[in-house]
């Protein structure tokens, strides 16, 4: 077993998959917090994660490269892009 600190807006898949390079054992994860696989984890806390199927040389590839996934979905609005080439629809790019 390993512990991981998620980070902003990793899911516990994205946790999984950076301990462990395959989403093999991902139940067993989720029944170890006492977590829903698609409850929404908060940054910062730390998950025991079932590394009994890690693959070492994905989870390698992963340090090494710094892969660090974060596909958790963000509440409309309450992420503003900006810069050169950024819109939002509603917001600063209003259909007519």
């Known amino acids: ?7 902003d ?5 994205d ?6 390079g395959t989403l093999d054992g991902i139940i067993d994860t989720c ?3 006492d977590i829903s696989l698609t409850d929404d984890v908060s940054a910062d806390s730390v998950l025991p994660v079932d590394d009994s199927a890690a693959i070492p040389r ?8 710094g892969y660090s996934p974060a596909t958790a979905i963000v509440a409309a609005g309450s992420v503003r892009f900006f810069g050169i080439g950024y819109m939002a629809i509603g917001v600063d790019f209003v259909v007519r």
């Open 31 to 33: 029944a170890l917090s």
């Open 9 to 13: 807006r990793q899911t516990v898949i």
């Open 15 to 20: 946790a999984h998959l950076i301990a462990c």
């Open 1 to 7: 077993m390993t512990l991981i600190t998620v980070q």
């Open 58 to 65: 994905i989870v390698a590839t992963y340090a090494l490269r």
